[in-house]
């Protein structure tokens, strides 16, 4: 099972909007609505930011969304602040021998 | 408060073994699947294995499978992960982490416990 893809970095100016992409297979991102997403700052744990591809955990900033078109899920980022430079990674469950695959990862700066 | 307290890390010889424990509270241990996920140094997540509430579904990564055992001891909200024939490439961050109710996402992360496999 190999990782999901993503850029590995997006950049924005304080204000913008970003969006990162994350690129399955029909066995994963395509196929199911169970995408998620990840922040992790440097150090830290990861934290849950988006489940089931939209849904917003209770105490997550609005300012985060997420879509899917086909094979491909996407997190948007509004509104950009400081405080969300970060690196990203989304997850799907996957039909595969395994049960879930992460992405690459994307860096994240508010330049 | 919600929380997963990850022990056992350390340095251990390649072929060696080590056991890593994850203490949970503040939430019902038993009604929830977990999740330890690695990430080595500098890299990305990588998700490494599962186990239902009941012990009854578990998973491995193929990275994994047939030298990492998952477990769970509802009794003590605790859960592990045996790690057998260690080699380097399994040098990392481990993290233990709860499911939501369908599994289709890790809700609470612990702060992760290193592990080094290095002679």
């Known amino acids: 099972q190999s990782a999901l893809t993503q850029p590995a970095s997006v950049s924005g100016s304080p204000g913008q909007s970003i969006t990162i ?10 196929g199911y609505n169970y995408v998620s997403w990840y922040q992790q700052h440097p150090g830290k744990a990861p934290k849950l930011m988006i ?45 595969s021998s395994t049960f879930y695959v992460f992405g690459t990862g994307t860096k994240v700066t508010v330049l | 408060e919600v929380q997963l307290v990850e022990s056992g890390g350390g340095l251990v010889k390649p072929g060696g073994s080590l056991r890593l424990s994850c203490a949970a509270s503040g939430f019902t241990f038993s009604s929830y699947s977990m999740n330890w996920v690695r990430q080595a140094p500098g890299k990305g997540l990588e998700w490494v294995s599962s186990i239902s509430s ?10 994994v499978k047939g030298r990492f055992t ?20 399994d040098t990392a961050v481990y993290y233990c982490a709860s499911s939501n109710p369908l599994d289709t996402a890790m809700v609470t992360w612990g702060q992760g416990t290193l592990v080094t496999v290095s002679s």
């Open chain 1, 21 to 30: 992409s994350c690129t399955g297979t029909s066995s994963d991102v395509g």
């Open chain 1, 51 to 95: 489940y089931d591809v939209s849904n917003r955990p209770s105490g997550v900033s609005n300012r985060f969304s997420g879509s899917k078109s086909g094979n491909t899920a996407s997190l948007t980022i509004s509104g950009l602040q400081a405080e969300d430079e970060a690196d990203y990674y989304c997850s799907s469950y996957t039909s």
């Open chain 2, 54 to 63: 009941s012990s009854s579904y578990i998973y491995y990564a193929d990275s």
């Open chain 2, 70 to 89: 998952i477990s769970r001891d509802n009794a003590k909200n605790s859960l592990y992960l045996q790690m057998n024939s260690l080699r380097a490439e």
